[in-house]
């Protein structure tokens, strides 16, 4: 029959001549961990058209805080593959690292309602939370990923979660007394610890104890030489970590060295003029207030 010969020929176009993909995610989140960005590129100059190679290079540009350069890679894996929601993501997460928040946002949710399972659209959204000051939704976020555990979500978004929920506990004690202060923050130092045991050489370990550290009270274990050497441990990992410059700053502003407040804020803003939280430090309007001083 007729019918029957536009079946088949549809069946052909969808199977043989239209693009396709099939990411695990999980698996390409995790060595974007672990990959240098050179070789990546080597891998992509290789084999230009693989999606696989082109979505672990989208990771690589974000992982070395290069958005933009993010940015054009996810925008081809979009065209090309529509339906690549992750794609999408990594759209959403260039956008956000260069301030958009209500724009990644409403991609986000989006992909978090028709792809609740894709757990890096959820943690970027509990970071917008995070940055939102709702930490109670930030909380909730996270802790829903952790309570499916490690194999089910994958090391790297459980790393992350993991890692986010104990900054985010820190960011609430840190807006009590001192006393809600003292007990707690054992809780907080034992997390990063934990973290840091199965991870690392991990950046953002580094900074989560230097911020910890820096913001705490020395009952509770703050101490600004150490927060020093901790932020550093993580710039040395991650020398594009506009973060953790800022922080160096405010540690300096704090000892009453100007010129060291001046060289870090100035090499937090280089790398990442739209900070807030060098912009934050440098009109004294921080949220993240320091308290170990």
Known sequence: MWYKKIV????FLVIFCLPSYAL?????????????????????KRNPTDSKNLYLLGLAYLNAN????????FKELSATYPEMFEAQWGLSEAASRRGDLAGSEKILVEIVNRHPEFTPAQISLAYIKFNQKNYDKTLEIVTAILNQGKNAVGEDAYRR??????????????????????IYSEDVTLGFASAR???P???????????????????AGGNLERAHDYLLAAINIDP???????????????LGSQSGFQKYLNKALKIDPQNQTALDIKNKISHFTCITG
């Open 24 to 44: 695990d995610w999980k698996t390409l989140h995790k060595k974007a961990a672990y990959t240098r960005l050179d070789q990546v590129v080597i891998q992509v």
């Open 161 to 182: 979660a993991y890692l986010l929920f104990v900054a985010t506990r820190g960011m609430i004690i840190n807006r009590n007394g001192p006393i809600v202060k003292f």
């Open 66 to 73: 290069e958005p933009d350069k993010a940015e054009v890679i």
């Open 8 to 11: 088949y020929l549809f069946l």
């Open 240 to 254: 594009k970590s506009s973060d953790s410059y800022a922080r160096l700053a405010q540690i300096y502003k704090i």
């Open 197 to 199: 045991s199965y991870m």
């Open 201 to 219: 050489k991990s950046a953002q370990v580094y900074f989560g104890i230097g911020v910890f550290l820096l913001m705490s009270p020395p009952a």
